[in-house]
Nanobody, 120 residues
């Protein structure tokens, strides 16, 4: 089993910054993708940013140039630096991992989500 622990959400004023972190633990053999998704009330879940084991990154169109995803210093961690936040960035942000466990099972895992609210 794989567990994801997210941190860093909260309330911030428009134009401000937040940093989200996600740590994956458990019986991980190979970690292929770490990503952040978000879902606002009444909207579909959307990709915010993702990073592969090789370091390739992908961003949702609405966050390009403002958000940066990177692998954390600790093993199996990922950070999301969010700058110039806008009210429309308000959502529940969830960490996503695709990995292979030590039992050879390739699967997707999700964190419980952390609330980000951008408001004055």
């Amino acid at each position: 089993q794989v567990q994801l622990v997210e941190s860093g959400g909260g309330l911030v004023q428009p134009g401000g910054s937040l940093r989200l972190s996600c740590a994956a633990s458990g019986r991980i053999f190979s970690l292929y993708v770490m990503a952040w998704y978000r879902q606002a009330p009444g909207k579909q879940r959307e990709l915010v940013a993702g990073i592969t084991s090789g370091g390739s990154t992908d961003y949702g169109d609405s966050v390009k140039g403002r958000f940066t995803i990177s692998r954390g210093n600790a093993e199996n961690t990922v950070d999301l630096q969010m700058n110039t936040l806008k009210p429309e960035d308000t959502a529940v942000y969830s960490c996503y991992v695709q990995c292979r466990t030590v039992l050879g099972v390739r699967n997707d895992y999700w964190g419980q989500g952390t609330q980000v609210t951008v408001s004055s």
